[in-house]
């Protein structure tokens, strides 16, 4: 039967296959067949990483090693399990307690097949273990979080609190020792201070000898232990942007509901009671122009009333007694209104009349109206017993929704747009088209707004002519303006109350508007609340999911006028009629209010004398399941007599009229105009239209339409669209062959059916898109049928195949193309999405029982079509028409009886899948383009026909290649070559398509990797992967299709049995025949063999054909990792977090928790070990925490660059042009996210991979790659360093990550790579809750630009939280670079080449301990470092001995830890590390010395170096050295105790440094001192000169940082001296005496202090040439920055010629240019500013708080143009701080201090400004600016005073102090502050004082007037000073008070004529300045100079006598005769000269 099928296919199916055979041809001719080819590549053929191999024959290769033959933990990694897939038959939820299905059963094949659609069960198809794999359980931050709760916490010394030590601080200030005489301490008392300290827990086995083999493995077990298993789970998650394998589960199907508000309505009271009044209510869109919602009929009657009404409605239903209703709203507008409406019993009289009562009468005045009212309600009861059928218009009232939204105030506004409601899980982001509002309308939100009880007041009755809609849009438009037409017209009061709130999420006791109990509804007794059908007021696309099968009459008017006779009072009424006699009325209109629940008729109100009425009735009808021809509504038309008169009947029909319901199989809907016959209607008129002319019979106005009616169907049923009704028709006349058919004008028969079908199916795109996306299931199903089921004509197939895909296509593009919003990332539409999920299945109509594969998944029987579920679902709804398939083979069905049968047992062979592919293959253009556009839609349906096929059939158990046949299986290898072939091409074009085309293809293999032939679906990758290939060599962009490829693989990769495709227990040997041996067999799980492991290691051909997706991910990344490749950010990070995102779900994954099968999954990610050291130069460098630094840069680019990473220089180029030729390309670089996570992984793998096969790889490593490794774990080191808690508090790690992004999408934009537009788009879409037509661009709070907002600031217990999970990442991180450095250790014990392997695991291991490293960590380190030193002593103690000193460091930087485990491990370390050294040599002078400084520099430079924690251990090292039995009687416990000791003795003074941590001067003179205490050590004087250097560079002294430099070079020189006399280099500290005097104590190392030969004295790195010669570069740079430009020379004058006789002319160049530069500045300097070298102040300490400094004077250096308040604050500020508010008092003058009269318990300071004081002999040195700044060593203060005590007086009592101090050594110097040790103090008597000011006040003069360029400003100024009249102890003054008289003592006459001279020179300098500022002046000035000169001519007139008076005694002894009135000559007597010749001697 397989054979006939397979050659008649051609010829049955009438296609012309020639398309698909060639197609299929072209494949196997370019790809090989698709059945995998038998012959292995051998491994000698080198296949490169850019082209796939041929992977391995993966089913031959399951079956030859079938999981039994593996033990244990490892069978499930063999194959998939049996249960992978499962059919899952999932209930439907029904809303309602009854069924939604019609009360008689119904042959129509509409109903059948809507009922068939809405009642089956869901039937799922899932894979059970999919929940593993990421596509639907992704890695995001909530999940990583979940995990790491119950983390331990990890001790960190960092985060440990410093413990107080305040009291022990208080207790050591009072005590400190005066600071420079004191020698270091007492031995005594260090040791009595040691001894009584405690040491810390000893470790056990430290003391034992043990076998180094012992040690590793004990060292092994133990870090082993309590280890955390999953890695990843520490780091990060992986980025959610870049998951693009994530797919949802699409939503269930459900009915659409917008937001719903409920409205009850409480109470109606009028003024008066009279009659029963009705209401209504219902929604309008005055934009729209339209009714939103049906009626809702309520009835506020009080009973008295209601019983007026009882004989007309004898049983009341509880349905209709509902006072409150839930509307739906949609489209949510501030157009709604809600519209009530109130009718009231007819009777005489029109409207107006009627309503007067209640206008003009209040119940209140009873006794003036009493009467009237009594008369009214008789008349009302009377009419009510009448006319109580019939109803009349009343009044009606509207309320503005948007009122009620905004006046009550919104809950929160913003809340459906705030972080909470938007950030949602990835798949809630998707938005409904519907919920796409205009911003207008976001206000409008019903769902979250307060509830309001509302009291309308104001009803406006009805106007008999206005009663249509069009009227009511007009009045509700107007109701919005201020000046409503309505508010001038007289109301009808009333209060009718009524509360509208948001509806509550699932209401009790609620009606759906069938009337069936929504769920839930705990008592049917109870009231109910009526759900109100809402017509939206814009289309909503959503599939119909129940039966609803309404229909809605409006009559809208009548037109009687031509009318003679009483035709006035106009009621219609309204019948459904099943036939024609009268008794045919079906009950299935809607009761309203207070009535049955359904009745047989409806009146329209009726208006009073109107013979053409306007209505506004609204019918609702249920519409039978069973429609017929006969089905009508029937119309008449009645004359209402409201007076009773005798012989006049109530109602007289005066007219009928009618619609035919069914025609040509649809339902009449819409808008009709019908004539009105005026007799009874003749037979059989109801098939006809009233349009038809009967003859015979009489029609109102000559049959014109005078009747106007509108019929409107709500169904689920009735498609109402002509297209889809008619192709309906169509499939249901075949299927039930109901031949001939009457289609409109055409008559369907056999011969035509097929062609019209066919035309029908071509028509569906000409449907209403609403309409088909409401009857999509069903439209879906049917074509589906039309494919699977080819319907039979008169005997022959009729193939619709082709048709039906075309049409399906067509459907699913436009529903795509128009619903853009409703759209999940991939693009898939979700109700196409769900429509496969849930409602797909094959047809059948068949119990299949499950296949017997063990333990049976299914939960449920498998059923389809027969409910068997005990409801009142109709069993026969079994879909008759389905043929069965055979269980065992679907081309055999039962023996065929007939022809006819035969033809349909044939048909069961055409299954769904396998058509899809052959039509997709053959398929062209348009519709070709329709299903690339969608080929997720048709792959997954394909696939899950596959599966149910798979299931029906039974075929589960089948070997997979026997599942599907050839030609299927050549369709789909067709299909995808086709579909690559597209991808590669059109990558560039249609960019958003061709992204979609890829994922979709990805999933599709996903997908068919667990239903066919895994080897078949790798090579359609393969086949694939050559498309994309034979594309890249000639791409533009290659970037994008690289990125293609990487978002393909990773959907591929991201398969659950992903692990179990790779083969992970495979052996990498290739096999020797096609068919195993069986030994070979038993050797595929044992251990590798040797060869194989290097090809384990790289991605050979063997290792990409067995691991095969593997093979491919890692070769994908070693490709965009290349250095030389296009460095585009953001593949990197795709390629980076794909593989980050694989390793992360295997660490998640439960199935993997086994040790064993972690390793074997490791080793599918070995080559990524290698890959990792390739990128090292490419890698992010963490050691440097400048930002964005490349490791290693430096060889690729230049230095000077300060930040070259900031963007790429392929982008850079492409800013500015375009881009460069490949040639010259910079290496690409990986950012810090990327670097890490890449890191990240690289450990992971480490971690999990098999110990034994890591260590043979090591072993085979060369020396550069190991040591490349080493580099890579030093890399991993700084990587992953814990940051410590506060900095988590500060840094925001998210800015970081965000940043990196926003850089990768920068350079995809720029460069112009895929995606990056439809990227954004995508990403707004996907984030936006507008939908997608906003422009979502400036939305800053929507998109992701709101980097900061998203991590708003976190909690505490986050914070805390984060710190642990960073710890525990460091800490195993950590423990993963330890693990391998013990694996590279073991390893290299064989080779011979281990010292410099050695050297850098000792190296990474010393970098590990100087990060900060959890205290869990420390103890393995340490462990690890002490074998290490016991295995290889020599490394240390004979090689280099940086490493030793680094090592000493290390451990003693731990000996002071805060953590008491690692004290004891460090003390441990360090005391083994003593006794080795001592073992090698019998003295251990070089630990010594190394530990000695290493505590030196330690102590100088460490912040939080704590003392007492060093103390105890050392005390533990002691208690070693004692307990350690085997060298007690050597001479080393007394070594050990002295170096303790003196480290003791050095923890001592550092203790006081600590104290002063805080006052820098204090500081350096502690570091200063104890530098002296080491003048014999010179290795730790260097130290200590060097962390004083460091100090002062930090505090910005450069100066003083420069001369610590020169101190330490003269030391060095002295060294260096010593060793070797040599005529280049300096003679020691003499050299040095021209760059500072001060050098010269260096001197001290003498030859019989220290001989150099000594070992481990003098070993620094310093000691040397090239160390002095760096000491003083690093001088020459401290000067420079001092600005000190003049010692540079000196400096370089020792430098030269060293350079010289090195012929270093490179050096030398250097030099003369800096010093080039250096004298240029000099010279020419840029700035005044720039050369301010200092201000000193003199600061006296009183008191014996300051302990040390008690009655100490010094003198500070402080920055330039420091002023004395400065100073003055903030040593005041701090020594308050240090003492305490009261203690502190500032003395404020310059006077002596007399220390009896200052309070002992206080701490007094003085604080004077002091000037550099030169002699004058000194003056003629220093000439310039720097030279009065350097090198000073006196200093000058002045102290103004009178004999009294008072500090100024009158002039003649003016005293003055000049103070001199000198200083012990020159400024600048190697602190800041310096001792005064001398003190001359001279006195000034008044005169002299005047003397003083005289010259000081002429010289200013004289600068003013020869200033250039002149200043006529400060000129005018310094003259007014002396010219004024006004000025105060001016010069007139002074020579007033000294010089109007000769002093009566002699001693004074030299001052008095010395104060002549002055005022004679000041008067010549004012002429002088006069003259000047004369020619300076401008016109505007001229009247100032003249008052100016006339002050002066007033000053010399007044001055003339007292200058000429001379003192006769002076002139005595002069040898020339002269008169005493001759003046000198001015010539002689310039200020110079006078003050040379006139200068009292002292």
Request: glycine share 4%; hydrophobic share 35%; with cysteine.
């Amino acid at each position: 039967m397989a054979t006939l099928t397979s050659e008649r296919r051609p010829f049955v199916h009438k296609i012309n296959r020639t398309v698909a055979s060639e197609v299929r041809k072209q494949v196997s001719r370019d790809y090989g067949s698709p059945q995998l080819s038998k012959k292995r590549a051998g491994a000698h053929q080198l296949v490169p990483l850019t082209e796939v191999v041929e992977p391995v024959d993966y089913e031959e290769y399951v079956s030859s090693h079938p999981p039994g033959a593996e033990p244990g933990p490892l069978r499930h990694l063999l194959e998939f399990p049996t249960d992978d897939l499962e059919l899952v038959l999932q209930e439907r939820e029904c809303a309602t307690i009854e069924l939604a299905v019609p009360e008689e059963d119904s042959p129509d094949p509409r109903v059948r097949d809507a009922l068939g659609v809405y009642t089956d069960d869901w039937l799922i198809i899932q894979r059970k273990y999919q929940r593993y794999s990421t596509t639907q359980t992704p890695h995001n931050s909530e999940r990583q979080r979940e995990k790491q709760k119950g983390l331990v916490k990890q001790t960190f010394e960092l985060d440990e609190a410093p413990i107080d030590r305040q009291d022990e601080q208080d207790d050591t200030k009072r005590h400190s020792g005066s600071l420079d005489d004191t020698p270091r301490g007492s031995w005594a008392s260090s040791i009595f201070d040691l001894k009584n300290s405690t040491p810390d827990p000893l470790q056990p086995s430290v003391l034992e000898r043990t076998a180094a083999e012992d040690m590793d493995r004990r060292n092994t077990e133990s870090r082993l232990q309590g280890r955390h298993t999953d890695l990843l789970g520490l780091y990060t998650a992986p980025d959610e942007d870049e998951a693009v394998e994530r797919c949802s589960i699409p939503e269930v199907p459900k009915e659409h509901t917008g937001q719903r508000i409920m409205v009850k309505c409480l109470s109606l009271k009028f003024e008066i009671e009279i009659e029963p009044i009705f209401g209504s209510l219902a929604l309008y869109d005055v934009k729209e122009k339209k009714k939103i919602s049906e009626d809702f009929h309520f009835d506020l009657n009080s009973d008295q009333m209601k019983s007026l009404l009882r004989p007309h409605n004898p049983h009341v239903a509880i349905s209709t007694l509902a006072r409150s209703a839930i509307f739906s709203i949609t489209y949510p507008s501030p157009d709604i209104f809600l519209v009530i409406k109130l009718e009231k019993i007819l009777q005489q009289g029109d409207i107006g009349e009627c309503c007067e009562p209640y206008m003009v009468m209040k119940e209140s005045d009873s006794t003036k109206h009493k009467e009237k009212l009594d008369k009214l309600r008789a008349q009302a009861e009377q009419m009510c017993t009448r006319l109580g059928r019939f109803r009349m218009p009343f009044a009606w009232t509207a309320i503005h929704l948007l009122n009620i939204v905004s006046s009550v105030g919104g809950l929160e506004h913003s809340d459906s747009d705030s972080d909470t409601e938007r950030k949602g899980t990835w798949n809630e982001r998707k938005k409904k088209g519907f919920e796409r509002m205009s911003v207008g309308e976001d206000m409008c939100n019903f769902t979250n707004f307060r509830p309001a009880t509302l009291t309308v007041t104001n009803f406006f009755k009805q106007e008999g002519e206005r009663l249509s809609d069009e009227d009511l849009f007009k009045y509700l438009a107007d109701m919005r303006r201020p000046s409503s037409v309505l508010r001038r017209l007289r109301p009808v009061t009333a209060q009718l109350k009524i509360d509208i709130s948001p509806a509550p999420e699932a209401p009790h006791y609620c009606l759906s508007p069938e009337l069936r109990h929504v769920k839930p509804y705990p008592d049917p007794r109870v009231r109910p609340t009526k759900e109100v059908l809402e017509f939206p007021a814009r289309y909503v696309y959503t599939p119909n999911t129940t039966y609803r099968n309404l229909l809605y009459i409006y009559p809208q008017t009548v037109n009687f006028s031509s009318r003679q006779g009483s035709v006035r009072n106009i009621a219609v009424k309204v019948q459904f009629m099943a036939g024609e006699d009268p008794s045919q009325a079906m009950p299935v209109i809607f009761g309203k209010s207070s009535c049955a629940e359904f009745c047989k008729e409806a009146y329209t109100p009726v208006i009073y004398h109107n013979k053409s009425p306007e209505f506004y009735e609204e019918v609702k009808m249920k519409i039978p399941a069973n429609l017929t021809d006969n089905h009508h509504l029937l119309f008449t038309i009645y004359h209402i007599s409201c007076q009773p008169k005798q012989n006049t009947p109530l109602e007289t029909p005066v007219g009928y009229t009618w619609i035919p319901l069914m025609q040509h199989g649809r339902l009449r809907t819409g808008s009709f105009s019908l004539p009105v016959l005026v007799e009874k209607p003749p037979p059989s008129y109801s098939v006809l239209t009233p349009d038809v002319q009967l003859p015979g019979m009489k029609w109102v106005d000559n049959h014109k339409g005078v009747f106007n009616v509108e019929v409107k169907a709500a169904s689920s049923v009735h498609t109402q669209d002509p297209h889809l009704d008619r192709f309906f028709t169509l499939a249901y006349v075949l299927e039930e062959y109901s031949f001939p058919f009457r289609l409109k004008d055409v008559v369907i028969t056999e011969a035509n059916v097929e062609a019209e079908l066919k035309a029908s199916m071509s028509a569906l795109k000409g449907a209403l898109l609403d309409t088909c996306v409401r009857f999509l299931h069903q439209l879906m199903s049917k074509l589906i049928l039309l494919i699977v089921r080819p319907p039979v004509i008169a005997g022959q197939i009729v193939n619709l195949g082709r048709a039906a895909f075309e049409a399906m296509a067509l459907l699913v593009n436009q529903i795509h193309k128009n619903l853009e919003g409703n759209q999940d990332h991939h693009g898939r539409n979700n109700l196409l999405a769900s429509f496969i999920h849930y409602c797909f299945h094959l047809p059948t109509t068949e119990l299949v029982p499950p296949p017997n594969v063990g333990a049976a998944p299914y939960e449920l029987p498998i059923h389809y079509a027969t409910l068997s579920r005990a409801t009142a679902r109709p069993s026969s709804l079994v879909l008759a028409r389905s043929k069965s398939i055979s269980n065992s083979n679907p081309d055999l069905a039962s023996t065929p009886a007939t022809p006819d049968e035969e033809v349909q047992s044939i048909l069961g062979s055409k299954l769904l899948h396998e058509e899809l592919a052959l039509q997709w293959v053959v398929s062209t253009s348009t519709v070709r383009e329709a299903s690339l556009q969608q080929a997720w839609f048709f792959f997954q349906l394909m696939v899950k026909s596959m599966a149910h096929h798979l299931f029906l059939s039974s075929r589960l158990d089948m070997p997979r290649r026997q599942r599907f046949p050839d030609r299927f299986v050549d369709d789909i290898a067709a299909l995808v070559c086709a579909i690559s072939v597209d991808i590669a091409s059109r990558y560039h074009k249609d960019v958003e398509l061709v992204e979609r085309l890829n994922s979709s293809l990805a999933f599709f293999f996903n997908d068919l990797l667990s239903l066919m032939d895994r080897g078949f679906v790798f090579n359609l990758i393969r086949s694939y992967y050559k498309q994309i290939n034979n594309k890249l060599h000639t791409a533009q962009n290659p970037s994008s299709l690289t990125a293609l490829r990487m978002d393909f693989i990773r959907i591929v990769c991201s398969h659950e049995h992903y692990i179990t495709l790779n083969l992970p227990c495979a052996t990498l040997s290739p096999p020797a025949s096609p068919s195993p041996s069986t030994n070979s067999q038993s050797s595929a799980f044992s251990h590798v063999l040797d060869q194989g492991v290097v090809s384990m290691f790289e991605l050979s051909v063997l290792f990409r054909q067995q691991h095969f997706l593997s093979g491919l991910l890692l070769s994908e990344l070693s490709l965009i990792l290349e250095p030389d490749r296009e460095g585009v950010f953001f593949l990197h990070k795709k390629a980076i977090s794909a593989l980050h995102s694989l390793l992360c779900s295997h660490d998640a994954d439960p199935r993997y928790t086994d040790h064993q099968v972690r390793s074997h999954i490791a080793q599918l990610y070995l080559p990524l070990i290698p890959i990792v050291m390739e990128t090292l130069p490419q890698l992010h460098d963490f050691t440097d925490m400048s930002p964005q630094r490349v490791r290693h840069a430096s060889a690729l680019i230049d230095d000077n660059d300060p930040d070259n990473s900031s963007i790429s220089q392929s982008v850079a180029m492409a800013i500015a042009f375009t881009l460069p030729p490949v040639a010259g390309r910079q290496c690409s670089s990986l950012s810090a996210e990327c670097s890490r996570t890449l890191l990240v992984c690289f450990l992971w793998v480490w971690k999990n991979a098999d110990v034994g096969l890591l260590e043979r790889w090591v072993s085979d490593l060369s020396v550069p790659q190991i040591n490349r490794l080493l580099d890579l774990l030093h890399l991993c080191l700084s990587c992953f360093e814990y940051k410590g808690k506060k900095t988590q508090e500060r840094i925001n790690s998210f800015t970081l990550k965000k940043s990196q992004d926003m850089k990768a999408r920068l350079e995809e934009a720029i460069l112009g790579t895929f995606g990056a537009r439809q990227e954004m788009v995508r990403r707004c879409r996907e984030r936006s809750p507008y939908g997608c037509q906003e422009n979502v661009r400036w939305r800053k709070n929507v998109t992701h630009w709101r980097q900061n907002a998203d991590r708003v600031d976190k909690t505490k217990a986050e914070v805390e939280q984060e710190s642990v999970v960073d710890g525990n990442l460091a800490t195993e991180a950590a423990l993963i670079v330890l693990d391998t450095l013990e694996i590279i250790v073991k390893t290299v014990l064989m080779s011979e080449l281990k010292e410099s392997v050695l050297v850098g695991v000792l190296r990474v291991l010393l970098h590990s301990m100087a990060g900060n490293q959890s205290a869990l960590f420390l103890q393995h380190c340490f462990s690890t470092q002490r074998a290490l030193v016991y295995k290889f002593p020599e490394m240390l103690f004979e090689e280099d001995t940086e490493l030793c000193a680094d090592l000493c460091l290390r451990l003693l930087r731990h000996c002071s830890s805060s953590v008491s485990s690692v004290r004891s491990h460090a003390s441990a370390s360090l005391y083994l590390l003593m006794r080795q050294n001592f073992e090698i040599g019998n003295n251990f002078a070089r630990v010594k010395m190394q530990v000695t400084m290493s505590l030196s520099s330690l102590v100088g430079t460490s912040q939080t170096f704590n003392e007492e924690h060093l103390r105890r251990s050392l005390k533990t090292i002691l208690t070693y050295a004692k307990d350690d039995l085997e060298l007690r009687d050597s001479p080393f416990p007394e070594q050990v105790q002295d170096l303790v000791f003196n480290l003791h003795m050095i923890l001592t003074d550092t203790v006081k440094m600590k104290e002063h941590q805080q006052d820098p001067e204090m500081l350096l003179d502690l570091m200063y001192r104890i530098a002296k205490g080491y003048q014999n050590s010179p290795d730790l004087r260097l130290t200590w000169l060097q962390n004083m250097a460091g100090k002062h560079s930090e505090r910005g002294n450069h100066a003083e940082a420069a001369h610590c430099l020169v101190h330490s070079a003269a030391l060095v020189a002295e060294y260096l001296n010593m060793l070797e006399d040599c005529i280049y280099l300096p003679i020691g500290c003499v050299s040095f005496q021209s760059i500072s005097s001060n050098v010269l104590e260096e001197s001290a190392v003498s030859d019989d202090i220290l001989s150099p030969e000594e070992e481990g004295i003098c070993s620094g790195k310093y000691f040397s040439e090239s160390g002095l010669v760096g000491l003083l570069e690093q001088a020459a740079a401290s000067f420079n920055m001092a600005a000190m430009y003049e010692a540079i020379n000196e400096v370089y004058k020792i430098l030269c010629p060293i350079h010289e006789a090195n012929r270093d002319f490179k050096k030398l160049a250097s030099v003369h240019g800096k010093l080039h530069d250096a004298f240029n500045k000099v010279y020419n300097p840029s700035s005044g500013w720039e050369r301010m070298f200092g201000t000193y102040f003199r600061v006296g300490f009183y008191g014996c708080c300051f302990g040390d400094l008690d009655e100490q004077e010094f003198v500070y250096k402080e920055p330039s143009i420091t002023k004395l308040a400065e100073i003055s604050y903030r040593l005041e500020e701090f020594y308050t701080e240090r003492f305490s508010d009261d203690v502190v008092t500032i003395i404020k003058d310059s006077n002596p201090v007399d220390k009896n009269k200052l309070d002992p318990n206080k701490a007094y300071l003085q604080i004077t400004y002091v000037e550099p004081f030169f002699d004058t002999y000194e003056l003629k040195e220093r000439i310039t600016y720097f030279d009065k700044n350097y090198n000073l060593r006196t200093f000058m203060y002045c102290t103004p005073f009178t004999l009294d005590g008072r500090a100024h007086g009158d002039l003649h009592e003016q005293y003055k102090r000049k103070t001199i101090l000198t200083t012990s050594h020159a400024f600048p110097y190697i602190k800041t502050r310096i001792n005064v040790i001398h003190k001359e103090e001279i006195m000034l008597m008044p005169m002299e004082v005047a003397i003083e000011d005289m010259q000081k006040k002429t010289q200013e003069l004289a600068f003013a007037t020869h200033q250039d360029p002149a200043d006529p400003k400060m000129l005018q100024m310094v003259l007014q000073g002396c010219v004024g009249t006004t000025v105060n102890q001016g010069p007139l003054e002074v020579a007033q008070v000294f010089l109007s008289e000769i002093p009566d003592d002699p001693k004074l006459f030299r001052h008095h004529n010395k104060l002549r001279l002055c005022f004679k020179d000041l008067t010549k300098r004012c002429e002088d300045a006069l003259r000047k500022n004369k020619s300076l002046i401008g016109p505007d000035q001229k009247e100032y100079h003249r008052e100016l000169e006339r002050n002066y001519t007033k000053l010399r007139e007044a001055l003339c006598p007292l200058i000429n008076r001379k003192i006769p005694q002076l002139y005595r002894p002069l040898p020339l005769p002269t008169t005493p009135t001759q003046s000198v000559p001015s010539s002689l007597t310039s200020p110079q000269s006078l003050l040379l010749k006139n200068t009292p001697t002292p």
